[in-house]
Each structure stands twice: as C-alpha cells, then as structure tokens.
C-alpha cells in the first residue's frame, strides 16, 4: 500500500507511513482485507430483507434471476435504494429533530447556555412556518417555532412547509407526481414499510418514494435543522481558518470534535477559551488549549467560529495517530469504530456523548442541554487530564491549509448585492452574460476506495478553470480546504470569466457552505437564483449540477436524490453507485426520471470526464435558456463545442 496511492494529503501520507510503521491498521489496511468485494452487493443485487434470503440475483440467467419470494433484480436494486436514501435521510432529519428540541427547551427557558444569535432569522424562520411575529416577544416565537419546526417531524396531516420556498412549478411538478413530501418520520417509516418482504414490487413505484423521502430530507429535515442552528449560533459570515492535521499544537491540550451535531461541539469549544479552563490547562504544563473538528462538526465550528479544522472522514484515525491528541469527543454518524482500537496505543481519551451513539468500552459523557456548558467544562478537565499523561512521540505533520468559509445563502445574497440591495441578481447577471457558465455543488464524504481528496479536487480544478462557480460542504469542503482551494488566491486557477467576477466580489471561486445539512443552502440557492429571475421559471431551467465522486454513506444517496428530485443534474462515482447499470433501475435513474422530475443521475469515475459530462449539461441549458448566443462567439469555437458533446 503506497500512500501516496491512497491520498493526495500530504499529512495523510506521513501519517500512514508512521502508522504502519507503528503496526497500527487503517480503513485503507481494512478495505484492503475485504478485498475484494461482493459484485452482488456493489450492484445492488442482494437481497437480505426476508429469511427465505439471502438472495444474489444472476440477470439473464434462469432460475437465478428472481429471489425466493419472485422479487426480481429492480426490484431489489430499487428497494435497496430507497433503503439507503431513508437511512440518509433519517440520519440529517434526527440531527435536524434534536436541534428542534433543543431550540423548543432554549425558548422554554430549560436550556439556559443556548440563545437566539440571529434575531432576523428568528423571523424570517417564523413567517415561514407560519408562526405569527407582531409585537410578540422573542422567546414566545421561538417556543412557537420550535413546536412547529418539531411537528414536521410527525404531523398526521398535510406536507412540509420549508418546501413551500421551492418555485412554484417545481411544486407543480411534485405535486402532479404525487411526491410532494409530508411528515418527515412518515415518508421514512414508509420506505421501510414499503420495502419489507412482499409489499410494493413495482421499482418505479419504490422509486417514486425514494423522491419523496429524499425530498422530506433536503426541505424538511435537514432544512429545518440548518435554519435553527443559524438562529442559536449565529448564520455563517466569511470567516478566515486552517485546515488539516498540523493545526494541532504539541505544547497544547489537543481537543477533537468529531461527528455532526454542533449541540455539543460549540460547548466545548466555548468552555475551552473560558480564562478559566485555560489557567488550569497552563497549571497542567500546557501552553494553551486547542479544539479541532473533524467531519462535519468541524465544519459548523469553522464557519461559525473560525474554529481549525483537523480533516475529513479519512484523516479520523489519523489523527490520533499524530499522539497529540489529547481527547477525541464523538457524537453521531461516520465515527469509525476502529477509533476504539487506534486510541488504545496512545495516551489518547475517547469519548461518546450521544444516547444513540455508543461506543464498546468507551466512557459516554451525557450530552444535557440543561447543563450544556457544564458538560462542555466537564469534558475540556478531561482532556486537560488526559494531557497530563501524555507520553510517547508527539508527530504533528506541517501541513495545513488557509480558508474563506461561511458563505450561507444570506452572505451570498449580502456579498453579491451590497449592503442595501441584497440580491442574487449579480449572480443571475454573471450568468446570463457568460462569465459564469453555471454553479455546481461538490459535496460529500472521502472513501478509501478513491484516492483520498482527489476525487473532489480534480473535478473542482476543472470546472473553475471551465468558469463554472464551485459550492462545497461536508468532507469535500475539507478536501479543498487543506489545497488552498477556499481561499480568494485561488482564482488563479480559475477561468478569466470566474476569475473576473471573483475579483470584483472578493470572494473564492468554491464557496464553503458548511456540513451536509447545510446542503439545504444550496437549495435555497437555486430557489433564489430561479425567485431573481432571467434563468428560467424553475430549478431544471438552471445551469447547475451537484456532484460527489467519493461517496461512502447512504446520507449522500439521500442527498444526491433530493438534487435530483429538485431538478439538478447529480453526478456520482460510477464505482461506488450501488445499481447495476444494465438493470431498469439504472435506466430510470440515468434517463427516465429527467422527464419526470427534471433531473437526473449520471456517473463518471474520471474527474476530468466528469466535469466535461457537466459542462455540457450546464451549456444545453444555458442553450435551453437562450443566454448562450453571443458567448458562444466569444467563448466557443466549433471544436470546443464538439469536445463538450459527450
Ligand atoms: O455528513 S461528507 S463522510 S462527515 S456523510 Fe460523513 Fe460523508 Fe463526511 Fe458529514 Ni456528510
Ligand atoms: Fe429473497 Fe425475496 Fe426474501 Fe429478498 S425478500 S431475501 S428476494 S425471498
């Protein structure tokens, strides 16, 4: 195993040189050792729903191409889709459900460390969920808000408000199709319904639901967990921080912040500066205290806080590795459980805080926000404990990157328009004239499968060098952070178009919008770039795509289905996409569903490939859209049109 192979992070090679010198294991060691892989299982084959299974299905081949109960192959490939976009999307939608409660117990007075950070959005949020603001007092519209917000979750009637933000004809368009979203828990518990032994055996049909669940994800869960973290914490605004393992100090207490609910997260971090738990880390022999985040929490304590980040999913084992790591503290989702195994040949504490999230022989901290910052305290004295005990090698890689991150959709709007005309009609203009060709959201997680960052990378430097806008969130965002990618120099890399417009904004050519939830922003993005005007009357009229070519968790199927449903173009990995590619499913997915719902799934394993397959789909629209005519004079030459036909 090269690690120069496995990632194009520096500080990821030295760290897997050092731990396989150490005897210490990784995902990468790991995956190797599964290798190879199910084919079944990769192409959504197997079915282990029932126990008259499991059965492999072999197309073409009779007697093997149906499963015991008669299921046939896109019958399973399409329930073990929607299987997956409901476990995505009960994941951002939990997340999204504590946020809510913890907003309700804040108005209520029973979380006292929390508060209202963005009055304005308190009241934006509020008129959109029809909870009335004249003369009211701030804590009785939030205690509305917050019972509002909590009754998406299960209310027994009608559809997700947040969805009403969409444009009207992609309401139509829902609608007509029947999957406009209701209650949250309803269209999960009903995939899993749906998907049980001998219930809906129609793909298309599955597939109508995986819509509709995805959708209750993007503009309902996740959405209303974006929006009322923004309004506890604060929304976003550029912020400068470093990204990558040698944010790390060895004469600090080293604190990591690893999981996805920033609940806790802005505790720690807000106990760690108190003067206070510093002195007692200085009494300790330290210099000071440090906190890093890793995946998405790291992400919403860097836009908010201009808190370092220490890396993406991958760098998680690595970064105990380092010995400098005093405390890890994880709450849900993408937590290896080998961190159990890394940390035990160090001095390094790991702790759980979440109740749904337990590790085997890992204290758990009880997350309470009653006492919020009492256990943020509470933890920062076990850290500073365990610093005290400190002992081996201390290896601290260099390498950290510079970044401009927090560009929610009001500082887009802000940035754009200026302080008295905030608007997204620069954006729209720079569009229509040219120098922008499109935005594209790259998004998601870092797979061992693909060489670590490069997938996201790649594609980021050729569409920017295409004049095509980059918007970026979770384990992406950090993968850029760490090659300079966030930060406004990066317009050198950037075509003259792109690079124009980002001069005279000052802002990046990728936009860092935060955590997978916050993938919500950039719905509301394309809402408002349609609500300006001149791109079309809805979100498939836009020139735009998302795309995340390292996918590992089921939350990015989740994702990539409500672009989708939205309207955008989704580009995935062509490896790691769990449906057979000759199977309906996969001609549903790739084609047929553009004609429904205006969007639609392609692969591409190759970077490059994969921008060239979305900058054709961003000029047919522009084509579509009637912007292209002079440009294309000036831009495009015949050659240049024929390569972008793919
Ligand atoms: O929610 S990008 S590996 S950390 S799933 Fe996980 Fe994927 Fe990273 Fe954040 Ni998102
Ligand atoms: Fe096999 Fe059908 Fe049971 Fe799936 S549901 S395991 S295909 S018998």
């Not at 210490?24 to 290798?35: F, G, H, I, M, P």
């Not at 590619?581 to 205006?598: D, P, Q, R």
């Not at 440009?631 to 793919?646: I, S």
Request: glycine share 10%.
């Amino acid at each position: 195993m090269d690690p120069k192979e496995c990632s194009c992070d520096p500080a990821a090679q030295d760290m897997l040189r050092r731990m396989a010198d150490a005897g210490l294991t990784t995902a990468w060691d790991r995956l190797e050792a599964q290798s190879p892989q199910c084919k079944f299982g990769k192409q959504g084959l197997c079915c282990r729903i029932c126990n008259m299974g499991p059965c492999r299905i072999i197309i073409g081949k009779p007697g093997k191409d149906r499963g015991v109960c008669g299921a046939d192959a896109d019958t399973i490939i399409a329930r073990n889709f929607l299987r997956a976009v409901a476990a995505g999307a009960s994941a951002h939608s939990d997340h999204g459900r504590g946020v809510a409660h913890t907003f309700l117990a804040m108005a209520r007075g029973e979380a006292p460390d929390y508060g209202i950070k963005d009055r304005a959005k308190l009241l934006s949020t509020a008129k959109l969920m029809g909870v009335a603001t004249d003369g009211r007092d701030d804590m009785a519209i939030a205690q509305d808000l917050g019972e509002q917000a909590l009754a998406e979750f299960g209310k027994p009637h009608g559809t997700q408000r947040m969805a009403e933000r969409a444009p009207g004809p992609r309401q139509g368009t829902w609608k007509k199709l029947n999957v406009t979203p209701r209650a949250v828990d309803r269209e999960i518990v009903e995939a899993l319904h749906r998907t049980h032994m001998g219930v809906d055996q129609d793909y298309l049909s599955i597939l109508h639901h995986a819509s509709r669940c995805a959708l209750a994800d993007g503009w309902g869960g996740s959405m209303i967990g974006t929006e009322l973290q923004d309004i506890m914490f604060g929304t976003p605004v550029p912020v400068r921080g470093e990204i990558n393992l040698g944010v790390f100090k060895e004469a600090d207490v080293n604190i990591a912040v690893h999981g996805h609910e920033p609940l806790l997260s802005e505790m720690v971090a807000a106990a760690a500066s108190t003067p206070e738990l510093v002195a007692e880390a200085k009494k300790a022999g330290a210099a000071g205290i440090t906190v890093a985040g890793i995946c998405c929490t790291a992400n919403e304590l860097l836009m908010r806080h201009g808190i370092p980040v220490a890396g993406n999913f991958l760098s998680q084992e690595l970064a105990i590795g380092t010995g400098a790591v005093d405390l890890m503290c994880v709450d849900v989702q993408c937590i290896m459980q080998s961190l159990t195994e890394t940390v035990k040949a160090f001095h390094t504490k790991l702790i759980t805080t979440s109740e749904k999230a337990r590790l085997p022989g890992v204290e758990h901290v009880v997350m309470d926000e009653a006492r919020a910052m009492e256990v943020g305290r509470q933890i920062v004295r076990m850290a500073i404990e365990a610093y005290q005990g400190r002992k081996g090698e201390v290896h601290i890689p260099k390498d950290k990157g510079e970044a401009v991150v927090g560009f929610s959709h009001e500082t887009i709007n802000y940035m754009l328009g200026g302080r008295f005309r905030q608007s997204y009609r620069p954006l729209n203009d720079n569009i229509i004239n040219g120098r922008i060709r499109g935005v594209v959201g790259v998004v998601g997680c870092t797979n061992p499968k693909i060489k670590h960052d490069w997938g996201h990378t790649e594609l980021i430097r050729e569409l920017i060098r295409r004049d095509i806008l980059v918007v970026t969130t979770g384990c992406a965002q950090i993968a850029c952070g760490k090659q300079g990618l966030l930060m406004p120099e990066a317009i050198e890399l950037a075509g003259p178009g792109l690079r124009e417009v980002c001069e005279a904004v000052g802002m990046p050519p990728v936009l860092a919008l935060g955590s997978c939830v916050d993938n919500s922003r950039i719905l509301i993005a394309c809402a408002e770039m349609v609500r300006e005007g001149g791109l079309g009357d809805d979100i498939s009229a836009l020139p735009v795509a998302g795309a995340c070519l390292e996918h590992i968790t089921e939350k990015a199927l989740s994702i990539g289905q409500y672009f989708v449903a939205s309207g955008a173009l989704v580009v995935f990995s062509e490896q790691l996409f769990p449906v057979l590619k000759e199977s309906n499913v996969a001609k549903y997915l790739f084609e047929e569903i553009e004609n429904e719902l205006g969007g639609k799934w392609a692969v591409q394993d190759d970077p490059v490939k994969a921008a060239e397959l979305i900058h054709a789909h961003i000029e047919a629209k522009r084509d579509a859209l009637g912007i292209n005519r002079e440009v294309q004079r000036k831009l495009y030459d015949m050659e240049d049109r024929r390569k972008l036909e793919v």
